[in-house]
């Protein structure tokens, strides 16, 4: 992938939704929610406590490891269930709402695990993912330093191989690592002699290894969060995970797969905060009336439902890309870490972008599910005062959104700038549609038509725009030293657009697939219309603006202005109607439903 859905195509994309999940992983991940509500929410509150933390934590795993939830993406030659990454996500999906225990589990599934999966030994997979895969062993991952937080291989952290080769001595510290205080095997990130980077498998009570005080957080209280400090740890050889000097692979790798399940779990967030939302506004009565009657609460509602339907579609959308590509790869080849590697950085743009959607789409859902509940919702008595301060945290890990809006666009344009991607190809199809005034802007009956017809043209107004600052920094851009700070002003509403387009295309793509199969919905038509309506005048009000600011004169900003004019698409919607029909159905249920 790495950006290639900018690319206009005659064809629709193509991606497994979740009306097409077999009927084992519907009834997996029920099972899952089923483990959700009778397990984690009664605890929600005492493993917020520091005296109830660590047992309750390392209770619930067991729990978590006994259903099979832990093993979920384990090979079935370990005892696993052998899952693919997109069934994976529907299942945990289920159960990260609560955000203290979701740290927990997904720290050690994720990050703490498949490192190892993917770049073990198979003598290091059968010594440690049985133990992983049952929760008697809870794994947790140090890549982050003090003043290396999102420049993550710049650590300064240091292994020397001994006199007799049998180890390699640590010196060095880690910071913010999750699940360090119970945790009982590390994935570390060390430089060899100063200068490799390397991935280490490091077991608690390993000499040497000390675990600092745990961190005091604005949010996720019930999570562990504490430094790990490095005094002359010595590691057996034999735990060098990986290759010496290789160990980007597996951090810039794992690290998209944690953005993918980060974004999952802020999707299983806003379904949380719409069934707590709307259950409180048929509940709460004022001037005779519950609230959930007034507009502007049912507005705010109906957007909740448009953007879980949006999150979800597009991490599934990558989940799909992430499946295929993997799909064939057998850990029995002998490249087979550097082709896990490989393919798991070609996702790096798109995990990104559902990393920023998700998070954003979330702490927007859940500050407005605060603001339903009024000041019942400043108050610890209420849930969503607790999902306020948890999802804070969703913004800054798996690297801050800010990082993640640079990456989105710096790697796209360089991926042009090296052939990787034709958007300069893309560029010069616009510009000649444009020059020749016969830009395509029918589309017919079909379910949705319109809007993948408005999700084409955003497309084509996005590449308009970037190609107007591609032609502004081009030699900036061909420069092999070319720097995140090189026309950085303009990376974030280039970024902003290409979250919006990938949402609106993704959603619409669903949208079809459903609505054309004639399953059984609700909402489906509604959720669409009312995201891509609304994403389309977000992209038009970026652009125009944009190639305002990168005008040089008036001459110039007429020209671009005249050139993104006839991208545009001007069409009638009722977004009131749609919001009312989507509270509606959202408040008689109590719940997101589709």
Same mark, same amino acid.
């Given at each position: 992938m790495s950006g290639a859905f900018l690319l206009v195509k005659k064809e629709l994309p193509q991606f497994i939704t979740p009306e097409?999940?077999?009927?084992?992983?519907?009834?997996?991940? @029920?099972?899952a929610k089923k483990f959700f509500d009778n397990e984690i929410i009664p605890r929600a509150t005492d493993i917020q406590k520091d005296e109830f933390k660590e047992k309750l934590n390392l209770e619930l795993m067991k729990k978590a490891g006994e259903q099979g939830f832990l093993m979920l993406e384990i090979p079935e030659r370990f005892d696993? %269930?052998?899952? +693919? $990454? *997109?069934? *994976?996500m529907r299942v945990l999906e289920m159960m990260t709402a609560e955000a203290s225990f979701a740290t927990t589990m997904m720290a050690h599934m994720g990050i703490g695990t498949l490192p190892l999966l993917f770049f073990g030994t198979e003598e290091q997979k059968k010594k440690y993912i049985p133990k992983l895969a049952t929760g008697e062993w809870i794994a947790a991952y140090g890549l982050t330093e003090t003043g290396y937080g999102s420049d993550a291989l710049g650590a300064k952290t240091k292994a020397i191989l001994n006199e007799t080769k049998t180890h390699y001595i640590i010196n060095g510290a880690k910071q913010f690592i999750s699940n360090a205080g119970f945790a009982d095997l590390f994935t570390v990130y060390a430089k060899i002699d100063g200068e490799h980077f390397t991935a280490f498998l490091i077991e608690k009570g390993t000499p040497g290894l000390i675990i600092g005080k745990e961190e005091n957080k604005l949010g996720i209280h019930g999570s562990s969060t504490c430094p790990i400090i490095f005094e002359n740890c010595e590691i057996p050889v034999e735990n060098l995970l990986g290759k010496a000097g290789e160990g980007h692979r597996?951090? %810039?790798g794992i690290l998209n =797969?944690?953005? =993918?399940?980060l974004a999952t779990a802020a999707v299983g967030g806003i379904k949380r905060v719409i069934q707590l939302s709307t259950t409180y506004a048929n509940e709460r009565k004022q001037f005779g009336s519950t609230i959930g009657s007034?507009? !502007?609460?049912?507005h705010k509602?109906? #957007? !909740?439902?448009? !953007?879980?339907?949006?999150?979800? #579609? #597009?991490?599934?959308? $990558? #989940?799909?890309?992430?499946d295929k590509a993997i799909h064939g790869v057998? +850990?029995? +080849?002998? +490249?087979? *870490?550097? @082709?896990?590697? @490989? =393919? %798991?950085k070609e996702v790096d743009v798109e995990t990104a972008i559902v990393k920023v959607m998700g998070s954003e789409f979330a702490a927007i859902a859940i500050d407005e599910g605060v603001q339903i509940h009024g000041g019942y919702g400043f108050t610890e008595e209420y849930e969503v005062a607790r999902l306020y301060r948890d999802s804070r945290i969703n913004r800054i890990y798996e690297g801050t959104n800010e990082i993640n809006r640079l990456l989105i666009p710096v790697q796209i344009l360089t991926g042009a700038m090296k052939g990787k991607i034709d958007l300069l190809g893309e560029l010069n199809r616009v510009l000649d549609e444009i020059k020749k005034d016969n830009v395509d802007k029918s589309f017919d009956e079909q379910p949705l038509s319109r809007e993948l017809k408005v999700a084409d043209l955003s497309k084509k107004m996005v590449v308009y *725009?970037?190609?107007?600052f591609i032609q502004k920094y081009m030699a900036k851009l061909a420069d092999k030293n070319f720097t995140f700070t090189e026309g950085e002003y303009f990376y974030e509403p280039l970024a902003n657009m290409l979250i919006d387009l990938f949402a609106m295309e993704s959603a619409a793509v669903r949208g079809h697939k459903i609505l054309s199969s004639g399953t059984k919905n609700r909402l489906t038509k509604e959720y669409v219309e009312l995201f891509v309506f609304e994403a389309y005048t977000r992209i038009r009000s970026a652009a125009m603006k944009m190639l305002s600011d990168l005008s040089k004169d008036e001459k110039t900003l007429e020209k671009n202005i005249k050139g993104l004019w006839r991208l545009t698409f001007d069409y009638p919607i009722d977004t009131v109607a749609l919001k009312e029909k989507i509270a509606t159905e959202l408040l008689e249920q109590q719940k997101y439903v589709i």
């Open positions: 097409e999940f077999s009927s084992d992983v519907q009834n997996f991940a @029920k099972a696993g %269930l052998g899952m +693919d $990454v *997109t069934s *994976t597996s951090a %810039l =797969l944690g953005r =993918l399940k007034f507009g !502007m609460i049912r509602i109906a #957007s !909740m439902g448009a !953007m879980a339907f949006a999150s979800e #579609s #597009s991490i599934y959308r $990558v #989940s799909d890309a992430i057998k +850990d029995s +080849d002998p +490249d087979f *870490t550097q @082709k896990i590697g @490989k =393919l %798991l *725009t970037a190609g107007t």
